[in-house]
């Protein structure tokens, strides 16, 4: 089946080129082509240039759509969500704006182990129904790939639960939907004197059931004080590499232990947050590929420091934004304003926000040889805005301008 977008006013190819990510100076540039068609045929980008450039002839049943009112990207890829939960903590919320720290109100009870206690006791079907509306509204802004992390279960059979639903979701919804395994997200109280043996239950009970079922893509760990240490970090990341589930990394998102420097040493897939990271954590990470995954929605719904993002682009390393959407640090999905949180916080660029977004992106889940930008053979996921320019996108906040979302060749409608 061919669909052809006709006389897109301005397209954003991002295009990479054949390499996994951009970064340094390369996350401006877009690869823009003004006056644009892009043919899909079977899902994938068959064909991409200037418009009215296209030889051959079409399939006398083709689509056309036309796009002239209409800026294109590639559809967003959220690289770290907390998406699957139930229950909701505007309780905490409201106690942050009184002055309680995220660590306070962990501390009183709140917190990861408050959605833990919602999200222990919803069935499967629940889980599903919630995270499908989710998933739609995601998607009518933009993203049409998103990373899910377990971490609200904390037992064996809850932590399943939470990854069979994540699963299943990828099968049933139109959304792009990458599994990740996040036992280790805090201690449960149930191991509170014995965090050691949680670890062991992690690594001898939990890790190869996921594996055996291939229930997880990646493995993370919340390396963080008063979570899991470095040493621990590190037993359950290489336990789950020993069964080629790649490792990611919440790092030195309140203190610096260590957690990036870890990422470093195992070569992790990406380090995500960084608020705390330093110069010579920066000086570890380029030596390797990992991309580093910035949260800009977190620093602003938590109202602490944000990420070095200029540094760590001025560094060479390759950058991406994610949502982290979760009901603690972070209740927004809109990658859209992560990006002007990015722009007007911690000096991105507008291009460099849109490339942290898609391709770079893409990379921190390994899959930018498949989507992440507009180029021929990848998948075809495409999104219009209603904009005059791409830069509308991060400039104009708060509103959604999300015109049509055309998912793997399809056009969807909401
Ligand atoms: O990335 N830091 C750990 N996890 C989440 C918060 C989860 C929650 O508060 O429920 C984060 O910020």
Same mark, same amino acid.
């Given at each position: 089946m061919q669909l052809l977008i006709k006389n897109i006013r301005q397209l954003v190819t991002v295009k990479s080129n054949g390499r996994p990510f951009r970064r340094g100076s390369d996350m401006r540039d877009l690869g823009i082509i003004e006056h644009a068609d892009v043919l899909i045929e079977d899902g994938l980008f068959r064909w991409i240039g200037a418009s009215g450039t296209l030889t051959g002839t079409l399939d006398e049943d083709a689509d056309i759509l036309d796009a002239s009112e209409y800026v294109a990207l590639p559809g967003f890829v959220d690289a770290h969500t907390h998406l699957l939960f139930a229950g909701s903590r505007e309780k905490e919320f409201a106690m942050r704006v009184e002055g309680k720290s995220y660590q306070e109100i962990a501390d009183a009870g709140g917190g990861i182990i408050s959605t833990v206690t919602a999200t222990r006791s919803a069935s499967k079907k629940e889980l599903k129904k919630i995270a499908s509306k989710r998933l739609d509204e995601m998607m009518k802004l933009g993203t049409t790939t998103v990373e899910i992390k377990s971490g609200y279960g904390l037992d064996a059979d809850s932590e399943i639960k939470m990854l069979e639903a994540i699963n299943e979701l990828s099968e049933e919804h139109f959304m792009t939907i990458v599994p990740t395994f996040l036992g280790a997200h805090a201690i449960p109280n149930e191991y509170k004197s014995n965090p050691q043996a949680y670890v062991e239950t992690i690594c001898e009970r939990m890790l190869p059931y996921i594996a055996k079922r291939k229930l997880a893509r990646f493995c993370d760990v919340f390396c963080e004080t008063g979570y899991f240490t470095v040493e621990q970090s590190r037993q359950i990341l290489q336990k789950a590499e020993s069964f080629g589930i790649q490792s990611k990394l919440h790092a030195d998102q309140f203190s610096q232990i260590g957690a990036s420097r870890l990422g470093a040493e195992l070569k992790s897939v990406s380090v995500d947050h960084l608020e705390q990271i330093d110069e010579g954590a920066i000086t570890g990470l380029k030596q390797t590929d990992c991309v580093a995954v910035v949260l800009p929605g977190v620093s602003f719904f938590l109202h602490y420091g944000y990420p070095p993002a200029r540094k760590i682009i001025d560094a060479g390393i390759p950058l991406a934004i994610a +949502? #982290?959407?979760?009901?603690? +640090?972070? /209740?927004s999905f809109s990658m859209p304003m992560m990006m002007t949180i990015a722009c007007t916080q /911690? #000096? /991105?660029t507008p291009e460099e926000a849109i490339t942290a977004s898609t391709l770079n992106a893409a990379a921190a889940l390994k899959m930018s040889d498949t989507i992440g930008s507009i180029e021929i053979g990848k998948q075809a996921d495409i999104v219009l805005y209603d904009v005059p320019h791409y830069r509308h996108i991060p400039y104009f906040f708060g509103s959604n301008q999300v015109a049509k979302i055309i998912k793997k060749g399809t056009l969807l409608e909401f």
């Open positions: +949502s #982290n959407f979760n009901p603690g +640090s972070c /209740m /911690m #000096n /991105m």
